[in-house]
């Protein structure tokens, strides 16, 4: 890399690739994104927060307690909440209690391929402030610094009821607009960044998984 | 050119009844199956709010041409298989552009979009994509021939390959529907559509908890709502086709879903019923008794 392109601010460093491995990936900065004009983005927002996809990716135990929410008992389909088994499709993240350093790293590799506006929930108290969990030496104790929040679910663990009233929760949020995390976490992507490389420290991918 | 915008016009209701008309199909069929699965189920609107919030992601990712070309290869697909059928049997407004194209356009139509969905979902290059792909089309060529000996023995019986004189044969009375005159094929054809349908037993190309969501894992935003769209636009396109080979066509668009309705039952009633089959056991389902009946009815047409 030459120097301008290291000063370049649109183009991202892909420093943790080996250099043969750098062509292989996008290295563009991803741009925040507008929402549209005030009422045909109240329209869509309201069609968003009836149409929330699931990311299907149990990253912890609290994951126990989406299933129940998936069946009859509970069934969130009612709710217009689906499980989506692609990053690429869904639009809601559940961080589904605590998260190692090794999940970490997948969450926000799954984060980032989804596609914006994206969502996310951070479920029990491990996501919040570390839980039981709050002096492991291989668990992360604040997902809000490597990811933004929408909504926190606290509990060990929460019922399906309270994670109902949680999405209920982000339903109002979107609808008035101030669910914008994504766009949050592009404007902030520098700190994330640090955030993310002081604990993951086999780097192997690159800055931002487009 | 006033014949040519009245005709475009009329292409546009159709294709926009038939395409809330599938969508609302979805919306049931979601309903009627979380009913059995004893859950209050989404509400019927839902497929209208999930293809709007597809299309209004505000990023989308592509991977390269074909990529690009994929879905709309897909919709090319469900619009040229419902665009050369009529809807309607007598109506001027659905009767589409029947006169023009033939069954094995149509037939032809049914399998380009998957083809061009192959291509696509190829270079998104994601595993469980090639794994589904490559399940669809064997499954596909499977079920294509009982369907296409089904219409052979249509096409000896009736003497013709056009849809319209298909239909126009079966009127006059229930007596006169293929499903009577002609059961063997009727059957080899329903049983084509089981598999077309993708439902349980042989949903083996989405796959849900296999290759979770098979082709389109990649696909995303517009891309996504694109074979949403085409996914409601196709299912009403196949259902309407057998309609009018099997069932006496429609002479009113009430008919027409009342049809189109019961014919979609079928695969709902069987998808609740049985679980999913491995690839090869659908394709030696297929390869058994369906097309033993086309084979039957086209040898009996023959004779």
Not at chain 2, 196 to 220: R, Y
Not at chain 2, 227 to 233: F, G, K, V
Request: proline letters at 6%; a positive charge; hydrophobic letters at 45%.
């Amino acid at each position: 890399m030459t120097k301008e392109t290291k000063h370049n601010p649109s183009i991202l460093e892909n420093n943790g690739l080996p250099e043969f491995e750098r062509d292989y990936f996008c290295d563009a900065r991803p741009e925040q994104s507008r929402p549209l004009a005030k009422y045909i983005e109240k329209f869509l927002n309201w069609a968003r927060a009836n149409s929330l996809w699931l990311l299907g990716f149990g990253t912890g135990c609290g994951a126990v307690e989406l299933r129940p929410l998936m069946t009859a008992r509970y069934d969130m389909y009612r709710y217009g909440i689906a499980p989506r088994p692609t990053p690429r499709q869904s639009s809601v993240f559940i961080i589904g209690g605590y998260a190692s350093v090794k999940t970490t790293k997948r969450i926000i590799r799954s984060y980032e391929q989804m596609q914006q506006p994206k969502f996310v929930i951070a479920l029990g108290s491990c996501p919040i402030n570390g839980g039981m969990y709050w002096d492991s030496y291989n668990t992360i104790n604040r997902i809000d610094h490597y990811i933004p929040v929408d909504v926190y679910i606290a509990g060990c663990m929460p019922r399906p009821e309270s994670i109902i009233a949680g999405f209920d929760l982000l339903k109002k949020l979107i609808k008035e607009g101030q669910a914008e995390g994504a766009n949050k976490y592009i404007e902030n992507l520098d700190w994330y960044k640090a955030n993310q490389k002081k604990i993951i420290k086999d780097w192997n991918m690159p800055d931002y998984n487009w | 050119m006033a014949d040519i915008l009245r005709t475009a016009l009329y292409l546009f209701i159709s294709v926009f009844v038939i395409l809330n008309y599938g969508l609302l199909l979805n919306g049931l069929v979601r309903k009627i199956v979380a009913r059995a699965h004893g859950r209050v189920g989404p509400p019927i609107w839902q497929p209208w709010l999930d293809i709007l919030k597809t299309y209004a992601k505000r990023s989308a990712i592509s991977h390269g041409v074909m990529f690009f070309l994929g879905p709309i290869f897909r919709l090319a697909g469900g619009l040229g298989t419902y665009l050369f059928i009529p809807a309607i049997y007598g109506s001027v407004m659905f009767a589409n552009l029947s006169f023009s194209g033939d069954l094995l356009l149509v037939m032809y139509f049914i399998f380009f979009g998957q083809l061009g969905m192959a291509l696509g979902a190829g270079e998104g290059g994601h595993p469980n994509s090639a794994i589904a792909v490559g399940r669809g089309l064997s499954q596909m060529t499977s079920f294509e021939l009982p369907f296409a000996l089904s219409v052979i023995a249509l096409a000896i019986q009736y003497h013709s390959l056009s849809i319209t004189e298909i239909v126009a044969a079966q009127q006059g009375g229930i007596l006169n529907w293929t499903i009577f005159t002609n059961p063997l094929a009727t059957f080899a054809g329903l049983f084509a559509l089981l598999g077309m349908n993708m439902h349980s037993p042989f949903d083996i190309v989405l796959a849900p908890q296999e290759v979770p969501i098979g082709p389109p894992t990649e696909m995303q935003s517009s891309f996504l709502g694109i074979l949403q769209t085409n996914r409601a636009i196709f299912l009403s396109a196949k259902l309407v086709l057998f309609m009018n080979l099997y069932l006496g066509g429609a002479t009113n668009i009430f008919a027409m879903m009342l049809k189109t309705f019961m014919l979609y039952m079928l695969s709902v009633v069987v998808g609740v019923s049985f679980p999913r089959f491995r690839t090869e056991q659908s394709i030696r389902f297929f390869l058994g008794v369906p097309t033993l009946l086309g084979l039957a009815a086209v040898i009996i047409f023959m004779l």
